[in-house]
Structures are given as C-alpha cells and as structure tokens.
T-cell receptor, first 115, second 118 residues
Framework: AQSVTQLGSHVSVSEGALVLLRCNYS??????LFWYVQYPNQGLQLLLK??????LVKGINGFEAEFKKSETSFHLTKPSAHMSDAAEYFC?????????????FGTGTKLQVIP | DTGVSQDPRHKITKRGQNVTFRCDPISEHNRLYWYRQTLGQGPEFLTY????????KSRLLSDRFSAERPKGSFSTLEIQRTEQGDSAMYLCASSSGGTGKMGKNIQYFGAGTRLSVL
C-alpha cells in the first residue's frame, strides 16, 4: 500500500519569494511520484513526474522537485513565485498494480501568493 | 488532441434523484479512470476501465453507483438515489496504457463535474 503526506494545507509566500511545498510518501515498492496543480473549478494538470530516472525533476512553469529516497520525500520548489502560481497543489504516488497505474493523492496544499 | 472532456461541468440535483455524467477521454487512450474529490481532499479512486472492461472498483463505489464504457471510448458514471454525501467533484482521467512503461501510464485529467445534492 502507498500513501502521501503533504505538510501544510495552506502556504503563503510573497511574489518573487521561494516556493517550497512539502511531500513525503510511503510505498512498499519503488514508487513513481507526481505533482499536479489544480486551479479553481478545474481538473488536475500534471506539473512534473519522477519515474526512476534523474532524481531532480524539472516541470512546467519553472517548478522542480527532488526525489530523496533516504528521506522518502519529493518536495516541490520554485525559485521565484508568480501571482499566477496561486492554486492548489497535489502530490501523488503511483505503483503499477494489476497492469494499471494505481495513484494515491495527498490532501493538497493551497498556495497563496501575496503581491 | 482536445484533452479529456467532461459533461456537464456542474450539476445541481435534489436528494433521491438520479444523475449521469459523461467523460470523453483523449482519443487514443484505452484506459479510463473515475475519481471523486471532496472539499479539502485529494482525488480518491473510484473505478478503472481498460477499453470496455471495468477492471477495478473501489469500495467507495457503492451499489448506487454504476459506470460504463460500452464501446471503449466515452464513459458514463451514474448515481442513483443521490444523497447529500454524494456532493463532490467527479473527475475523469485517461491514459494510453502500454506495456507497463510509466510514460504511457500518466493520467490526464478532465475539468470535472461538480455535483451538488440539495
């Protein structure tokens, strides 16, 4: 079984400041990890994915995440926040089970960007 | 490639009524998933189709819920005798599957159908 813990349901940063959204995972097998972003009344958009290649993963909109096996973490960062980054972010862990991708999501972190 | 489409975007119904939602996946994707998302939570898996076969159902999918994908293309999710607890965002996702390579198993989501049961 796998699980995801996102630390902090709400995070506020000033425009131009570093964004750090925390995610820790638990998985009995080597996982695949994802970050999705959700804007109000929208579906989920894939930001980036870790699939056992490079541990530092770059995604869209300037976001990146680093897979740290020893810490079971996959934190999301962006050097400089933009107003358009205000949204809810979901970390997800996935394993292949029964021939399909079984995905478990965290509870989400709402990012507020203060002008 | 127009992405995953869901219809309607919003549905308001009275308790006890039946509702049906439709999902059109990305055209070349043979795998389709339904999720439910309640306020303050991440999406929770409901069911999975490979082509027209429903291969897995979550225990969240009570007897009042039924999903179909008759021709392996679009899918419908029906809720019978709706309850206030059914109020949520219902998300559909699709992926291309393949031979287990993760790149082909990435799920792409639609905008969701928000259900409000009064």
């Amino acid at each position: 079984a796998q699980s995801v813990t996102q630390l902090g349901s709400h995070v506020s940063v000033s425009e131009g400041a570093l964004v750090l959204l925390r995610c820790n995972y638990s998985s009995s097998v080597p996982p695949y990890l994802f970050w999705y972003v959700q804007y109000p009344n929208q579906g989920l958009q894939l930001l980036l994915k870790y699939t056992s290649a490079a541990t530092l993963v770059k995604g869209i909109n300037g976001f990146e995440a680093e897979f740290k096996k020893s810490e079971t973490s996959f934190h999301l960062t962006k050097p400089s926040a933009h107003m358009s980054d205000a949204a809810e972010y979901f970390c997800a862990v996935s394993v292949i089970s029964g021939g399909y991708q079984k995905v478990t999501f965290g509870t989400g972190t709402k990012l507020q960007v203060i002008p | 490639d127009t992405g995953v489409s869901q219809d309607p975007r919003h549905k308001i119904t009275k308790r006890g009524q039946n509702v049906t939602f439709r999902c059109d996946p990305i055209s070349e994707h043979n795998r389709l998933y339904w999720y439910r998302q309640t306020l303050g939570q991440g999406p929770e898996f409901l069911t999975y189709f490979q082509n027209e076969a429903q291969l897995e159902k979550s225990r969240l999918l009570s007897d009042r819920f039924s999903a179909e994908r008759p021709k392996g293309s679009f899918s419908t999710l029906e809720i019978q005798r709706t309850e206030q607890g059914d109020s949520a965002m219902y998300l559909c996702a699709s992926s291309s599957g393949g031979t287990g390579k993760m790149g082909k198993n990435i799920q792409y989501f639609g905008a969701g159908t928000r259900l409000s049961v009064l």
